[in-house]
T-cell receptor, first 110, second 114 residues
Framework: DAKTTQPNSMESNEEEPVHLPCNHSTISGTDYIHWYRQLPSQGPEYVIHGLTSNVNNRMASLAIAEDRKSSTLILHRATLRDAAVYYC???????????FGKGTKLSVKP | DSGVTQTPKHLITATGQRVTLRCSPRSGDLSVYWYQQSLDQGLQFLIQYYNGEERAKGNILERFSAQQFPDLHSELNLSSLELGDSALYFCASNSQGAYNSPLHFGNGTRLTVT
C-alpha cells in the first residue's frame, strides 16, 4: 500500500490562504491523489482529486508535484467553516481501496 | 446533503448483543463502502460492495458482516458486541465502484456499547 504523510495539525488565520502538504512517495503511476475533509460531527466530504495536472474546483486547488510524490491542497481564503480534518491519499489503479490515514487537523482563527 | 442516508443516527446497546446498521446509497450509485471511525484508530475501511457483490474487504472482524440488497441498500451487521466496537460507522457510495471516483459519505451511525 502506498503510504502517505501529513502534518498532524496546522493553523491558519481567517481569510488567508492555506497550503496543506501531503507526501505519497510510493504512489503508483495509475493512482489518483484524493483529498477529503471531515467537519466536526459529520461524515467525510470529497474536496478534490487529480492525476498529474493541477486541478481547481469551487472548494480548493490541488497542486501536484512533477514526480507525483507529493501534493498540496490550497484553500485560497480560509473561513471558519474550513476548520476540519483534511485527509490525503492515493487511490485508483493499483491502490484498490480508498484508505484514509490520520489526516491534518486544520484550525482557523478569526 | 450527500444523498447517502444512514439509520439509525445513534445506537446504544450492551456487550454481547447484535445490531444492524442500514445505509441507502446516493441515487444511481452502485457501490457501497463501510468505514469504522474510533478515536484512536481513525477511519478504517471495512468492506465494499458493488451491485450486490462483495468487491473488497478491509479490516473487518469476523463478528461483522455486511450485504447489499437488490435495491442497492446495504446493511452492516455487528454481533457479539464488545466495548471496543463503540465507534462511528460511516457508509459511503460512488457510482461505479471505481477507486478514482469520489465517495459520498453519510453522516454516520454512532454506536455505543455499554
Amino acid at each position: 500500500d502506498a503510504k502517505t504523510t501529513q502534518p498532524n495539525s496546522m493553523e491558519s488565520n481567517e481569510e488567508e490562504p492555506v497550503h496543506l502538504p501531503c507526501n505519497h512517495s510510493t504512489i503508483s503511476g495509475t493512482d489518483y491523489i484524493h483529498w477529503y475533509r471531515q467537519l466536526p460531527s459529520q461524515g467525510p466530504e470529497y474536496v478534490i482529486h487529480g492525476l498529474t495536472s493541477n486541478v481547481n474546483n469551487r472548494m480548493a486547488s490541488l497542486a501536484i508535484a512533477e514526480d507525483r510524490k507529493s501534493s498540496t491542497l490550497i484553500l485560497h481564503r480560509a473561513t471558519l467553516r474550513d476548520a476540519a480534518v483534511y485527509y490525503c491519499f492515493p487511490s485508483g489503479g493499483s491502490q484498490g481501496n480508498l484508505i484514509f490515514g490520520k489526516g491534518t487537523k486544520l484550525s482557523v482563527k478569526p | 446533503d450527500s444523498g447517502v442516508t444512514q439509520t439509525p443516527k445513534h445506537l446504544i446497546t450492551a456487550t454481547g448483543q447484535r445490531v444492524t446498521l442500514r445505509c441507502s446509497p446516493r441515487s444511481g450509485d452502485l457501490s457501497v463502502y463501510w468505514y469504522q471511525q474510533s478515536l484512536d484508530q481513525g477511519l478504517q475501511f471495512l468492506i465494499q460492495y458493488y451491485n450486490g457483490e462483495e468487491r473488497a474487504k478491509g479490516n473487518i472482524l469476523e463478528r461483522f458482516s455486511a450485504q447489499q440488497f437488490p435495491d442497492l441498500h446495504s446493511e452492516l451487521n455487528l454481533s457479539s458486541l464488545e466495548l471496543g466496537d463503540s465507534a462511528l460507522y460511516f457508509c459511503a457510495s460512488n457510482s461505479q465502484g471505481a477507486y478514482n471516483s469520489p465517495l459520498h459519505f453519510g453522516n454516520g451511525t454512532r454506536l455505543t456499547v455499554t
